[in-house]
């Protein structure tokens, strides 16, 4: 079953919109930040086809971002770099931006859908939705955005950090970037709290 609205509306007819949909993007890489989206979906005019980021082709992703960031009401996006990550966990990291994403969109929302079991600090009421991704057109909005934007973010790392490919897999711990780790060492975007991060880290400090 796609995404729908129907969360959304419920919220709305209580007098709780607008209503925010907030996702993150890259909780499992090891190199490259956590990317979070909100996004404030218009109720009158929602982009057609929008579903979970993982479900879509690249290609349709990158049009359903093109029509997303046109027809939204607000958008936000907040990143947690590596040193984040490694500070905080990523768990912590990612409920950091997540609160960072929601304070940051020109639009107040009243009410917050979040993807995942945990709520992060909001300033508003809000409600975790497991698989909300899959549930909630306004997270499934988020996904898209967050996705798209981390990936064009690793292609951008990939011409400044030669060598692991990040274009082609974008941090993830694909055969491809661990043969990359083991040859070439940690760089200034991998997570040192990852453990194949560490294990190359101590190859090359030995």
Same mark, same amino acid.
């Given at each position: 079953?796609?995404?729908? %609205?129907?969360?959304?509306?419920?919220? +709305?007819?209580?007098?709780?919109?607008? !209503?925010?949909?907030? *996702?993150?993007?890259?909780?499992?890489?090891?190199?490259?930040?956590?990317?979070?989206?909100?996004? @404030?979906?218009?109720?009158? &005019?929602?982009?057609?086809? +929008?579903?979970?980021? =993982?479900? #879509?082709?690249?290609?349709?992703?990158?049009?359903?971002?093109?029509? @997303?960031?046109?027809?939204?009401? /607000? $958008?936000?996006?907040?990143?947690?770099?590596?040193?984040? @990550?490694?500070?905080?966990? $990523?768990?912590?990291?990612?409920?950091?931006?997540?609160?960072?994403?929601?304070?940051? #969109?020109? #639009? /107040?929302?009243? %009410?917050?859908? !979040?993807?995942?079991? *945990?709520?992060?600090? #909001?300033?508003?009421?809000?409600?975790? !939705? $497991?698989?909300? *991704?899959? +549930?909630?057109?306004?997270?499934?909005?988020?996904?898209? !955005?967050? =996705?798209?934007?981390? *990936?064009?973010?690793?292609?951008?790392? &990939?011409? %400044?950090?030669?060598?692991?490919?990040? /274009?082609?897999?974008?941090?993830?711990?694909?055969?491809?970037?661990?043969?990359?780790? =083991?040859?070439?060492?940690?760089?200034?975007?991998?997570?040192?709290? %990852?453990?194949?991060?560490? =294990?190359?880290?101590?190859?090359?400090?030995?």
């Amino acid at each position: 079953m796609a995404a729908h %609205f129907d969360l959304e509306a419920e919220l +709305i007819a209580q007098g709780l919109g607008p !209503v925010a949909g907030i *996702d993150e993007v890259g909780r499992g890489p090891l190199a490259g930040p956590v990317c979070v989206a909100a996004v @404030i979906l218009d109720p009158n &005019d929602p982009p057609a086809g +929008i579903d979970d980021s =993982k479900q #879509l082709t690249a290609r349709r992703r990158e049009a359903l971002y093109e029509e @997303i960031c046109a027809r939204a009401l /607000a $958008i936000s996006v907040a990143l947690g770099p590596a040193a984040e @990550i490694d500070a905080l966990n $990523i768990r912590g990291a990612t409920l950091t931006c997540m609160s960072r994403a929601a304070r940051g #969109l020109i #639009l /107040a929302p009243r %009410f917050a859908l !979040v993807d995942g079991r *945990d709520l992060p600090d #909001l300033p508003c009421p809000g409600r975790a !939705v $497991i698989a909300g *991704d899959a +549930i909630s057109l306004s997270i499934a909005a988020a996904s898209i !955005v967050a =996705k798209v934007t981390r *990936d064009r973010l690793m292609a951008r790392l &990939d011409t %400044f950090h030669r060598g692991y490919g990040f /274009a082609a897999h974008a941090g993830y711990p694909t055969p491809m970037h661990k043969a990359a780790l =083991k040859s070439l060492g940690p760089c200034g975007a991998h997570r040192r709290s %990852f453990a194949p991060v560490r =294990k190359a880290l101590g190859l090359c400090e030995q």
